[in-house]
């Protein structure tokens, strides 16, 4: 625990991170799959150019404009919207999760200054696309837009084996060689995934666009409207034909002990932690089989009934399964932020014998030894509680009395799941007698008490 934590009173720290983290995981799967969306359908656009058939060409002329249009909101977004979410998660993450940011950055400095080399250039080409339309060849420009889909990707393959390596860390445990925990267990199931959900959303956003086409103005936008919404409907036709493979791949290289918590949660529905990743999990494959039916009875079907309305329906669902997953993604790993070898509170698997034996006082640079509770709680609890709002500790506690309070407390400083029923969700408590002591006076604090029961 070298550094101070940071916490929102009420709401915990962790909503504030998951909060920006969702909406810049939108923005940022957008500006992938949308680069290859603009890559894909310009190439079409431009072959169709050359054809001698005159109705092609129509098309062609009509796909340019939508692109232009297309692609001014698109820059905006990830270049605006995605780079300041980007910075917000990194500003949220640094405060509330110090520790586990820390190790991130030192185990794979090269892979974050490579992705940002990535980012770097994936926004400038992005710009120079947008204001190079009508200003070079037709040639030249569907280049940029193939040179930004390949950075785009690129971003991703860095930045996944960042984020799969969190939950699946491999033989880097023991070896501590880099590259065993990048090209973890999950790398290539979590790659396929992503990409496949960005080339959905990627469809999804199309989809809004296209039917914003006013199609009363005249027969061939009425037309064009019809094509562009069942195109953009085939994107979504890769996530449902393949990603039931991938995913049950992804699940087959999670630990075990993932795989149990899930079965757990499905046995014991409607109590408990893993009862309410049971049921996000439920909610995304529900969410994701709306999208699959909307999609094939409307824009795929019947295109000229689509409305805009039901464009942003469609939106929202697809923003719910995207949400969902993501937060069910980063429960999976849970009581870790790193599987295996950092609790979510900051500390190391590995120190758990040393802190108990030496105390938490001379592991933390911010105990206060005039407050050893207060500083036991906030520096081992707060990273996921709060005192009386998000994950209450006051409702966890419930009615019991000071020496309820140390029992559970010297019961949640074991490490053998036998005696320690939380130790799937929870990190191991650690610190002396005398420290969990002040822990439990000092919670005992927080709510008054029936003495005896």
């Given at each position: 625990m070298n550094y101070p934590l940071w916490s929102i009173p009420g709401l915990g720290g962790s909503w504030a991170v998951g909060l920006i983290s969702v909406i810049h995981v939108f923005i940022s799967h957008f500006a992938v799959g949308g680069g290859i969306f603009f890559a894909v359908t310009e190439y079409l656009a431009l072959k169709r150019s050359e054809s001698n058939d005159l109705t092609l060409r129509h098309n062609s002329e009509m796909l340019y404009a939508y692109l232009r249009k297309h692609s001014k909101f698109f820059m905006m977004v990830t270049t605006v919207a995605g780079s300041v979410t980007g910075v917000g998660i990194w500003f949220s993450i640094s405060l509330v999760s110090p520790d586990g940011t820390a190790s991130l950055i030192q185990i794979y400095s090269l892979g974050w200054a490579t992705e940002y080399l990535f980012f770097v250039a994936e926004i400038a080409t992005v710009l120079v696309y947008f204001y190079t339309w009508d200003k070079v060849s037709k040639e030249l420009h569907l280049v940029l837009a193939q040179w930004y889909a390949v950075l785009s990707v690129f971003t991703l393959i860095t930045i996944n084996g960042i984020l799969s390596f969190m939950l699946t860390p491999g033989g880097?445990?023991?070896?501590?060689?880099?590259?065993?925990?990048?090209?973890?267990?999950?790398?290539?199931?979590?790659?396929?995934?992503?990409?496949?959900?960005?080339?959905?959303?990627?469809?999804?956003?199309?989809?809004?666009?296209?039917?914003?086409?006013?199609?009363?103005?005249?027969?061939?936008?009425?037309?064009?409207?019809?094509?562009?919404?069942?195109?953009?409907?085939?994107?979504?036709?890769?996530?449902?034909?393949?990603?039931?493979?991938?995913?049950?791949?992804?699940?087959?290289?999670?630990?075990?002990?993932?795989?149990?918590?899930?079965?757990?949660?499905?046995?014991?529905?409607?109590?408990?932690?893993?009862?309410?990743?049971?049921?996000?999990?439920?909610?995304?494959?529900?969410?994701?089989?709306?999208?699959?039916?909307?999609?094939?009875?409307?824009?795929?079907?019947?295109?000229?009934?689509?409305?805009?309305?039901?464009?942003?329906?469609?939106?929202v669902c697809g923003l719910g399964v995207t949400s969902v997953s993501e937060w069910s993604r980063e429960m999976l790993r849970k009581p870790y932020v790193i599987y295996n070898y950092m609790y979510s509170n900051g500390i190391r698997k590995a120190d758990l014998e040393t802190i108990n034996k030496d105390s938490f006082a001379a592991f933390s640079k911010w105990e206060d030894p005039d407050n050893i509770g207060v500083s036991m709680f906030r520096q081992q609890c707060m990273i996921c509680h709060t005192t009386d709002g998000y994950r209450s500790m006051k409702k966890l506690l419930g009615e019991r009395d000071l020496e309820g309070i140390k029992t559970f407390l010297l019961m949640m400083r074991e490490t053998d799941p036998e005696k320690n029923s939380y130790l799937n969700i929870m990190p191991p408590l650690v610190g002396t007698d005398k420290e969990v002591e002040a822990l439990a006076e000092y919670l005992v604090t927080l709510k008054p008490v029936k003495l005896g029961v």
């Open positions: 880097w445990i023991e070896s501590k060689a880099w590259y065993e925990g990048f090209f973890n267990p999950t790398y290539w199931p979590s790659l396929i995934l992503r990409l496949l959900v960005m080339l959905a959303i990627a469809g999804m956003y199309s989809l809004i666009t296209s039917a914003q086409l006013k199609a009363s103005e005249s027969e061939d936008i009425a037309n064009f409207r019809a094509y562009m919404l069942k195109y953009s409907s085939k994107w979504f036709i890769p996530v449902f034909l393949i990603g039931p493979i991938v995913g049950f791949w992804f699940f087959s290289q999670v630990p075990q002990a993932v795989i149990t918590n899930i079965f757990t949660g499905i046995q014991s529905s409607g109590v408990g932690n893993f009862s309410i990743l049971a049921r996000s999990i439920y909610l995304s494959l529900i969410l994701s089989g709306t999208v699959l039916v909307f999609a094939l009875v409307g824009p795929y079907l019947n295109p000229r009934s689509f409305s805009f309305a039901s464009a942003i329906a469609f939106l």
